[in-house]
Every structure is written in structure tokens, then in C-alpha cells.
């Protein structure tokens, strides 16, 4: 099973600012990656898929890169509605495996 | 509108069995992977099952294998989770899903599911 390890567990920033999040995955899962963001009562919600393809109506400040088993999703100039728990997800290997999630707090 | 609703969860006590149905709308159902995923209130999210288009190849999660089986009704656009030998650690929250990308882009809202005596 492919364990994926997302950092930090906890990111405090600022509205304006520049959000880094990353997720390692335990082997190469080449760009089968995707990122989800989820608020309090809600389902996730796709924003990447394939590592760097913003999923339909995600604002153009959300961006991932990476392949093989570095990734990252970047939030430019964060916005109020972005403070919430982002998970990544491979869809390499069966079975499909999810990171333990990011919080991003003011 | 593209919609997912979830139904079927309730308590249940351990050892026992619950049928999940998730209800497709607005999307042409029978072309989409379809998942279910779980998540414990507070906690992250655990993938546990995949079905192909026309339900003839499926994947679990080893924690749920051998008791949960996924199935999909292409011409009522419903996929299904059948749930037995029901333990607490599978009380969650639990969401259909389903991909028309790379990833899962349509999410239900989810039903909870109880296990205990």
C-alpha cells in the first residue's frame, strides 16, 4: 500500500499570503496524485488531479506540481474561503490511498 | 444538476449488516468510476472501495475486504455498498464519489453509519 505523508499538519498563514502544502508518497505513483479540499460539514472537493490539472471552476490561484513521489499544492495569495483541511490521494496502486490531511489556518 | 445522495446508514449493532444506496443525477452515471470513501467525524478521509463502469472489476480496501461488497444498477443509475460483519471501527461517515477526470469530482453528501450495541 502506498502510504502517503503530508506537511506540515498544521499551517498557519495570513490572508495575502502564499500557501505551501506537500504530500511524500512511500513509492513512485508518477503523477496519479490528486488534492482535495474539504470545510467543516462537507464533502471534499476536487482541486488538482493528475498532479497538476486544476479540476472545473477551481480559481486559477491553486497550482500542484511534482511526480513520482514529491508533490506539492500551492495557494497564491490565500483568500478567506481557503482556510480548510486539504488532503492528497494517489491513484496509482490499488488500493487508492489518501494523506492524513493539512489544516490551513489563519 | 449533478447530484449523489447517499442513504441507508443508520445504527447497527456489532457483527451485524447495512446496505448503502448512492443516487446518481445529472451525469451519464454508467461512463464514471465510482468509489466509496469513509471518514470518521474530525478525522481523515480512508478510500474504500472502487467499481469500473460496468461493475465487473472492483478493488477494497484490505480492512474491508472479504465483508464489504460494492455493486452499481447502471440502469437506475444507483451504486450500492453491501456491509456485514459490521465492527465499531467502521463507524464513519461514508460518500459515494464519483470521476469524470483523474480524480473524484462528484461527492454525495455522505451518510452516517453507527456501530454499536
Request: proline share 4%; with cysteine.
Amino acid at each position: 500500500e502506498v502510504v502517503l505523508t503530508q506537511s506540515p499538519a498544521t499551517l498557519s498563514l495570513s490572508p495575502g499570503e502564499r500557501a505551501t502544502l506537500a504530500c511524500r508518497a512511500s513509492q513512485s505513483v508518477r503523477t496519479s496524485l490528486a488534492w482535495y479540499q474539504q470545510k467543516p460539514g462537507q464533502p471534499p472537493c476536487l482541486l488538482i488531479y493528475d498532479a497538476s490539472k486544476r479540476a472545473t471552476g477551481i480559481p486559477a490561484r491553486f497550482s500542484g506540481s511534482g511526480s513520482g513521489t514529491d508533490f506539492t499544492l500551492t495557494i497564491t495569495s490565500l483568500e478567506p474561503e481557503d482556510f480548510a483541511v486539504y488532503f492528497c490521494q494517489q491513484r496509482y496502486n490499488w488500493p487508492y490511498t489518501f494523506g492524513q490531511g493539512i489544516k490551513l489556518e489563519i | 444538476e449533478v447530484q449523489l445522495v447517499e442513504s441507508g446508514g443508520g445504527l447497527v449493532q456489532p457483527g451485524g449488516s447495512l446496505r448503502l444506496s448512492c443516487a446518481a443525477s445529472g451525469f451519464a452515471f454508467g461512463n464514471q468510476w465510482m468509489h466509496w470513501v469513509r471518514q470518521v467525524p474530525g478525522k481523515g478521509l480512508v478510500w474504500v472501495s472502487h467499481i469500473d463502469t460496468d461493475g465487473r472489476t472492483t478493488h477494497y480496501a484490505d480492512s474491508v475486504k472479504g465483508r464489504f461488497t460494492i455493486s452499481r444498477d447502471n440502469v437506475k443509475d444507483t451504486l450500492f455498498l453491501q456491509m456485514n460483519s459490521l465492527t465499531a471501527e467502521d463507524t464513519a461517515v461514508y460518500y459515494c464519489a464519483g470521476d469524470t477526470v483523474g480524480g473524484s469530482d462528484i461527492w454525495g453528501q455522505g451518510t452516517m453509519v453507527t456501530v454499536s450495541s
